[in-house]
Structure formats: C-alpha cells, structure tokens
C-alpha cells in the first residue's frame, strides 16, 4: 500500500516545506527535549531517528551541537530534504534498517511512527531496538495516546495509523522485549483549562478502571533505558509532568452568577470603575471566591 500513498500530502497538513515551519517546527522540537530532559548525553553520541520526516528535529539537535546523527525515513522526498540540511539519512523502512545495520547508538528517537507500523512488526520492532541501543543508552517513543478524551482525531485523522496506544500497551511491547526501565510521560503540561475540560474523563477512568493519575494528552512519550542505573538517574534528573484533573464544582453558583463576574472582570480590565463596583456589590463573596478558583490566564485568553 506504501507505494499508493503520497504521503507528503499528509505531512503538510502540520510540517510545509518552508522557513517559517522549519523554524517553527526547530523551536518546538528543542522545547520538547528540554521539558522532557531528553538531550543525548554526549555532543559526539551515536544518535538516530526513525521517521525522520523533512530533518527538523535532528536540526534541533545540531543546533545543541550534537554532531553524529542519522536520519531514516521511507520517503524519499522527505530524506532528500534532510539531506539538503546537509544531515546524513537514507531511505529505508524503519524495521528493516534496524534488521540490516550492525550499529549501535547511544540515542534513537522515534515520534510518531510506531502507529504507522504493521501491528504483527511491533514486537519484533522493540526487540531490534534493544539490540541497536548501546548498553547505557536511551530511547524515545511518541505515539498517539488512546485514553486522551480526543484519541479518536488523532487515531483517524492520518489514513496510515494502524494502532493507537496505552501506557499499557506500550510497557507491555518494551518488556516483552526486555526493556524493563520505562517511563510513560503525558506530552506536555496542560493549561488549567484544558486540565478542567478533561476532568470529567478522569473522573470516569477512576470510578470505572481504579485508574489513577491518568495522562489524558493526545500523545504520551515512552523514555526507555536498557539498564537500571541510567533509568535511575534519569528519573532523579528529570522533573516529573503531572496534568491533575480536577474538577471544580460550584454548588449554588448560576451562570448569571458567573456571568456577572466575569463582566466585572471586564469592567476591571477596562477601567469601568462605576459599572464595576456595582457587579461586585451584587456578587455575593461566597461565589466571587469560588469562581476566582476557577479563574485562571488561560481561560481568559
């Protein structure tokens, strides 16, 4: 089916081939590696990416001063295109590199690319990437995370997604190929908004699975180590993302009530002194400081 498929047309939809997404797509790269403390450990470590798309973040990379990095995708115009960065990459399917190189690295990188494999490969996928990592090395894995209340998007916006994913599921894949030291991240940390849009949900995975800190972003991030000591530094050094969805109730508080905050808030904002002072004086305390929980920058932007 691959050769069916252009994919570019896909791919443009987040990443265009021009300098404001390449710089664009360079800083949010090197943003995700510093959240998630996922540097290689030396400028001249053995770094690899699989599916490496236009090269954007083994730019990121270089841009660190990590000097010797691969990038493998299996479309050849996306390979061109790192190449044109001057990146050294190779067209090739990301199981059978893995099959036919004899390199180890101290570093392999893949985003958003396990979901695009055959679900009958993964297994062996992850036994090959245990065999390419060096033994004090680490890997990184994105997948589409299929607790996240918007997993069905992400799951079908892209024809060529096979699979979504659990923190389950993906430690199960990492131990059955030996790669016991794993730790499951949420993407990113949420905005208190989207942290109260999404509690619901949590409440639900907690009353009906016993499920506790939940990560319901979009994307989770597996962080896998080959041996104990690097994992236990690794979680001493790296500061944990934990999204906690609360729920806020307001028992007695109205959306009247909440409206004539809000436009307080306004009249505050806009120096409407006597409009302001009445729409505090009609708001009782009890709920002025019950919605000003609530309140946060985010949902006011």
């Known amino acids: 089916m691959q050769n069916e498929i252009d994919y570019t047309l896909q791919y443009q939809n987040w990443h265009k081939d021009n300098p404001y997404s390449k710089n664009f797509d360079i800083k949010i790269w090197k943003e995700l590696i510093n959240l998630h403390n ?18 954007r973040f083994l730019l990121a990379l270089r841009d660190y001063g990590y000097t010797n990095l691969k990038g493998i995708d299996i479309n050849k115009d996306f390979v061109q295109a790192t190449q044109s960065e001057g990146l050294d990459a190779e067209v090739s399917d990301a199981v ?10 101290d570093t392999i990188y893949c985003f958003d690319i396990l979901e695009h494999i055959e679900k009958e490969k993964q297994p062996k996928f992850f036994k090959l990437l245990k065999e390419h990592l060096d033994e004090k090395g680490f890997a990184v894995i994105r997948v589409p995370n299929a607790l996240s209340p918007t997993a069905n998007y992400f799951r079908y916006e892209d ?14 894949l990492c131990k059955n190929a030996g790669l016991n030291h794993v730790i499951i991240r949420p993407e990113v940390e949420e905005s208190q908004r989207l942290r109260t849009l999404k509690a619901p949900f949590a409440e639900i995975y907690k009353e009906q699975f016993s499920l506790d800190d939940i990560i319901l972003t979009p994307n989770i991030l597996a962080v896998i180590f080959k041996n104990k000591e690097s994992f236990d530094k690794y979680i001493t050094d790296t500061k944990p993302l934990v999204n906690d969805y609360k729920f806020v109730r307001f028992e007695g508080v109205n959306l009247k009530t909440i409206l004539k905050y809000y436009l307080s808030k306004l009249c505050q904002k806009f120096s409407f002194g006597p409009l302001r002072k009445y729409f ?9 400081i019950a919605v000003l929980e609530f309140d946060s920058d985010e949902i006011h932007k």
């Open 96 to 105: 059978k590199y893995l099959e036919q190189t004899n390199t180890t690295y």
């Open 159 to 172: 024809f060529t997604h096979v699979i979504s994913y659990t923190p389950v599921t993906i430690e199960f």
């Open 280 to 288: 505090d004086s009609k708001l009782p305390k009890k709920y002025k």
């Open 38 to 55: 996922i540097h290689p450990q030396k400028e001249d470590s053995r770094i690899l990416e699989l599916g490496c798309g236009l090269g």
